[in-house]
C-alpha cells in the first residue's frame, strides 16, 4: 500500500517537473494543474480614437490595442484600465489587435483620463502593458434661448406675462440632462430647477427692460445664454375724480370749502406725483398724492363772487400717464 502511494507521488511530480519545463502549465492547489503565461517577449501598444470626447457622447472614444512580437500572432484579451488601476473594457484580440470603447455616454466627469492597455498573455508569448495615453472629456456644449409672450405689457398688469428659458444640451440623453439653475436678468429672478418665470405686477417700471436668460453651468455641462430680448411696458392710464365739500360758499369764507382728489390707476399700482386744481387758467392747489390721494382747502377771498368749473390735473409719472377730472362747478355768493 505504501508503495503504491510513493508511487503516485512520484508521478504527479514528473508531471508538474515536465510543466514547469515545457512553460506551459503550473502546479495549483490541491495538485490541480492551470496553464501559464508564455516566455516570449511581447510589446502591446494603444491609441485613442480620438483626444478629446464630449460628456455624454463619451462612447465615441474607442481604444485600439496591437500586440506585437518578433515571431507568430499572440491571441488572448487586452484589458484597458483608467487612472487608479479602474477597468474600462477588454479588447479580443484578432491578428494581434483588438479594440474596445467607453462603456456609457456619461462614463466619467469632465477631465483629463489616462489609460493604460495590459495584455495578460497567453500560453506562448509573456504579459506586457502600453504606455499611459490620456484623453479629455469635454463639457457637454449647451444652447439656452429665450421667449417672451407677450412682449409688451402694462405697468400694474404684468402678471400676464411669462419669459421661458429653454436649455438644450448638445448631445441629448434620455436623463441625466441638465435643467437649471436659470437667470432671468433684468428680472431679478433666480430660478433653481425650472425654466419658466410669470412676472408680478408692479415688479418693472414703465419703459424698456433688457431681459436674458444665463445658464451658469455645472461639473457636466457648459455655460450658454440667451440672446437678451426687450420687454416693453407701457404707461398704465389713470382716472382722476374731483370731490368738492360743498358746491356753493360765500365770499370771504371760501376756506369751509375742501377739495379732495383721488388718482385711480388702470391696474394695480399707486400713482404719485402732483395734481393741480384749477379754475379756468386760476391754480387753486398744488398737490402732492399720497398713496394715490390729496386734498386741500381754499383761502379766504381767493376768489371772487362768481360761478367756476373746477378740474384737477393729474401730471402723471414714469408709470402713470396723466389725466384730468371731471369739471365741477362752484358758486361763490355775496
Known amino acids: ?16 517537473l515536465a510543466g514547469v519545463l515545457s512553460g506551459s502549465a503550473v502546479m495549483g492547489a490541491h495538485g490541480s494543474v492551470r496553464p501559464r503565461a508564455g516566455t516570449v517577449t511581447t510589446s502591446t501598444t494603444l491609441q485613442l480614437s480620438a483626444p478629446t470626447v464630449s460628456y455624454a ?30 477597468p474600462v473594457c477588454t479588447a479580443s484580440l484578432a491578428n494581434g489587435s483588438g479594440w474596445c470603447a467607453v462603456p456609457s455616454a456619461t462614463w466619467a466627469h469632465p477631465g483629463t483620463i489616462t489609460m493604460t492597455a495590459t495584455y495578460s498573455g497567453d500560453g506562448t508569448y509573456a504579459p506586457s502593458v502600453s504606455a499611459t495615453q490620456s484623453f479629455i472629456v469635454a463639457k457637454d456644449q449647451t444652447t439656452t434661448t429665450l421667449e417672451l409672450s407677450p412682449t409688451k405689457l402694462v405697468y400694474g398688469h404684468e402678471q400676464v406675462g411669462t419669459a421661458t428659458a429653454t436649455l438644450v444640451p448638445q448631445y441629448l440623453l434620455m436623463l441625466d440632462n441638465p435643467i437649471g439653475p436659470i ?13 419658466v418665470v410669470q412676472l408680478g405686477p408692479t415688479k418693472l417700471p414703465a419703459g424698456v427692460t433688457k431681459v436674458g436668460a444665463i445658464y451658469p ?16 411696458v407701457a404707461k398704465a392710464t389713470t382716472v382722476t375724480v374731483l370731490t368738492l365739500s360743498t358746491a356753493k360758499v360765500r365770499y370771504g369764507h371760501e376756506q369751509a370749502e ?4 383721488r388718482v385711480n390707476p388702470q391696474y394695480k399700482g399707486v400713482p404719485g406725483g402732483k395734481v393741480a386744481i384749477m379754475a379756468g387758467r386760476l391754480t387753486l392747489c398744488v398737490l402732492s398724492l399720497a398713496s394715490g390721494h390729496a386734498s386741500c382747502a381754499l ?5 371772487g363772487p362768481g360761478t367756476y368749473h373746477l378740474v384737477a390735473v393729474y401730471h402723471g409719472n414714469i408709470n402713470f400717464t396723466a389725466s384730468t377730472s371731471a369739471r365741477h362747478t362752484l358758486i361763490v355768493t355775496r
Open 1 to 16: 500500500m505504501l508503495s503504491a502511494m510513493r508511487l503516485a507521488s512520484r508521478a504527479m511530480l514528473a508531471l508538474s
Open 299 to 303: 383761502t379766504a377771498k381767493k376768489l
Open 57 to 86: 457622447n463619451e462612447t465615441a472614444e474607442q481604444f485600439m490595442v496591437t500586440v506585437s512580437t518578433a515571431s507568430g500572432t499572440p491571441t488572448g484579451s487586452v484589458m484597458l484600465s483608467a487612472q487608479n488601476n479602474t
Open 217 to 232: 453651468g455645472d461639473v457636466d455641462y457648459s455655460a450658454s445664454s440667451a440672446s437678451v430680448q426687450p420687454l416693453v
Open 258 to 261: 375742501r377739495l379732495v382728489v
Open 183 to 195: 437667470i432671468f436678468t433684468g428680472l431679478n429672478v433666480y430660478c433653481v430647477d425650472c425654466n
